[in-house]
């Protein structure tokens, strides 16, 4: 993704993020305080009906028979005026809980949200990126995972249902292939002469693969229980093919068995392992939702850990960005694939942030920092 684009990212979709993470933050704390409040006032109550409770029980031990019924009166009075104090603070503080919580989730999701909209668009540069896929129940469960310079790691789930080849278990053959692969030598009945048996490679079904770097790991499996994989070190023109077959009876390494890899044709397995990679990278960009992220090693999804987030995005990438906000200060389009970005709208965004974050972001993006609104 080209700096002014994945700025433009940045100032969006992750600071949105960080804030409505805040804003969640703030109303989980609201919650935790209205059962503090709430244990103060119970403790407040029972204090004072005891004081109470104390002066009838002196009355209730005068001699005077008035005194004692009327102190047993206002005892029960009192218990019963108790009850419906506690029930009413109560009340009141379930309701506050529940508004809260409420709020805080709602906050929740939209940071979740937020973080996802990032995070789908690559903003970072890209270390490696791993697609797997694995057959179950007739369905592939597919995902993508991505490590970024500074560390930052996430994954996301991706859709094979929307795939034209992945929404149904996949045969090599689908894409026009015909892979007869050599997994044993038997003696012709005539000649005597071993001859080698073939299995036919595109009729196996798709168990799981793994694509990264353009490098291949593929399991496939018949309907008799054999299975195949085929491993490539990602070069389509002479880089190295690894076959393994095995069933109830033998196993075999194919390409490690001279009189076997002689009738491989290693040019027509590179050629469909290269389209299955291309499959699967086409496969990577369906993502349809974000499943984990790390910064500095630490899980960020599930605590909302935004700022963390953003500080490592900042370290990694705010020379690039501050390179983007200098062209804007000097009148200049923000790059020249013609982004719409402007300065005044970095400034702007920035602010949502608030307080020191905002002043320390403006600092790493290179702009001047005013507290007026």
């Not at 001859?195 to 168990?207: H, K, M, N, S, T």
């Not at 002689?262 to 027509?268: G, H, L, P, T, W």
Request: net charge negative.
């Amino acid at each position: 993704m080209q700096a002014a684009a994945s700025l433009k990212q940045t100032i969006t979709h992750l600071f949105e993020a960080v804030r409505f993470a805040d804003q969640a933050r703030e109303l989980e704390e609201s919650a935790r305080n209205v059962e503090g409040e709430l244990e103060t006032a119970l403790s407040k109550l029972e204090a004072q009906t005891e004081e109470v409770s104390n002066l009838l029980a002196a009355m209730k031990a005068e001699q005077d028979g008035v005194l004692r019924e009327l102190a047993q009166q206002l005892e029960g009075f009192l218990n019963t005026a108790k009850e419906q104090a506690q029930n009413k603070l109560q009340k009141k503080a379930r309701q506050q809980l529940e508004d809260h919580r409420r709020a805080a989730s709602s906050e929740k999701d939209k940071a979740l949200k937020s973080l996802e909209a990032y995070f789908a668009s690559d903003p970072l540069p890209i270390v490696e990126n791993i697609v797997q896929v694995r057959l179950a129940d007739g369905v592939y469960e597919a995902m993508s995972k991505y490590e970024c310079e500074g560390g930052v790691k996430y994954d996301f789930r991706l859709s094979s249902q929307n795939s034209r080849i992945f929404n149904q278990p996949f045969l090599l053959s689908q894409l026009g292939y015909e892979l007869r692969v050599p997994v044993r030598f038997s003696r012709a009945l005539l000649s005597k002469t071993r001859v080698p048996g073939f299995e036919r490679l595109d009729q196996y079904i798709l168990a799981d693969a793994e694509i990264s770097g353009g490098r291949l790991r593929a399991d496939f499996k018949s309907g008799h229980g054999a299975k195949m994989k085929v491993v490539t070190s990602g070069n389509q023109q002479d880089g190295f093919v690894g076959l393994e077959y095995s069933d109830q009876i033998q196993a075999v390494n194919i390409m490690n068995d001279p009189s076997l890899v002689s009738f491989v044709d290693i040019e027509a397995i590179r050629k469909a392992s290269g389209d299955l990679v291309v499959e699967l990278a086409d496969l990577s960009k369906r993502k349809v939702a974000l499943l984990h992220v790390s910064a500095n090693g630490e899980e960020s999804l599930e605590n909302l850990g935004c700022h963390e987030v953003l500080q490592k995005v900042l370290e990694v990438m705010g020379p690039t960005y501050r390179t983007v906000v200098k062209r804007l200060a000097d009148g200049k389009p923000a790059d020249d694939t013609g982004e719409e970005l402007s300065l005044e709208f970095v400034k702007g965004r920035t602010k949502i942030l608030g307080g020191e974050l905002a002043k320390s972001v403006s600092q790493a993006l290179g702009l001047p920092f005013s507290n007026e609104s």
